[in-house]
């Protein structure tokens, strides 16, 4: 799912497109259920933690990209 969003992305960064945007926020949300699901030790917090940097950043880019 997240190389498909990427490729939408990449696609649709001239265009301004909101879809992007939902793309993004979808991302983050899913990741940040499973950061929420799994079990909680410390090696798998820091692992779900690193992996909700690129759905950030990905939505990040989106919004600053339909703000521009």
């Given at each position: 799912?997240?190389i498909?969003?990427?490729?939408?992305?990449?696609?649709?960064a001239?265009?301004?497109?909101?879809l992007?945007?939902?793309?993004?926020?979808?991302?983050?949300?899913?990741?940040?259920?499973?950061f929420?699901?799994?079990d909680?030790?410390?090696t798998?917090?820091?692992?779900?933690a690193l992996?909700?940097i690129?759905?950030y950043?990905?939505?990040?880019?989106?919004?600053r990209?339909?703000?521009?």
């Amino acid at each position: 799912m997240e190389i498909i969003t990427g490729l939408v992305g990449v696609l649709s960064a001239n265009k301004k497109s909101s879809l992007v945007l939902i793309l993004g926020i979808v991302l983050f949300i899913v990741n940040l259920w499973e950061f929420f699901t799994y079990d909680q030790n410390i090696t798998q917090i820091v692992i779900h933690a690193l992996t909700l940097i690129v759905p950030y950043y990905y939505l990040h880019n989106a919004y600053r990209n339909i703000r521009s």
